[in-house]
């Protein structure tokens, strides 16, 4: 079992940065495998956003070069640093896991989720 809270969202202007954190319940975090979502307003589904599994990171196209995703086991914690943000990047962002070490960007296979954290980004 994995709770998972997020932090870190807030208002930010058109090409500003935001840094969100997810910590991590339990003894095992370096055995799941994280991601990130996000749901944007009037949007009924979680859109993938980041995921990270061992040495290895994936992206959705629209974030590449923007949004960088890390984790530090030590502090059971996942970051998501994003970068030039943009009015579409508003959204609910939420951190998920799975065990295992198979980097995941299918929303249904992950197992656990946090609450969210809002993003919101003015033009």
């Known amino acids: 079992q994995v709770q998972l809270v997020e932090s870190g969202g807030g208002l930010v202007q058109a090409g500003g940065s935001l840094r969100l954190s997810c910590a991590a319940s339990g003894r095992t975090f370096s055995s799941y495998a994280m991601g990130w979502f996000r749901q944007a307003p009037g949007k009924d589904v979680r859109e993938f956003v980041a995921a990270i599994s061992g040495g290895s990171q994936y992206y959705v196209d629209s974030v590449k070069g923007r949004f960088t995703m890390s984790r530090d086991n030590a502090k059971n914690t996942v970051y998501l640093q994003m970068n030039s943000l943009e009015p579409e990047d508003t959204a609910v962002y939420y951190c998920?896991?799975?065990?295992?070490?198979?980097?995941?960007?299918?929303?249904?296979?992950?197992?656990?989720w946090g609450q969210g954290t809002q993003v919101t980004v003015s033009s």
């Open positions: 998920a896991a799975k065990w295992g070490h198979t980097l995941m960007t299918i929303r249904t296979l992950f197992d656990y």
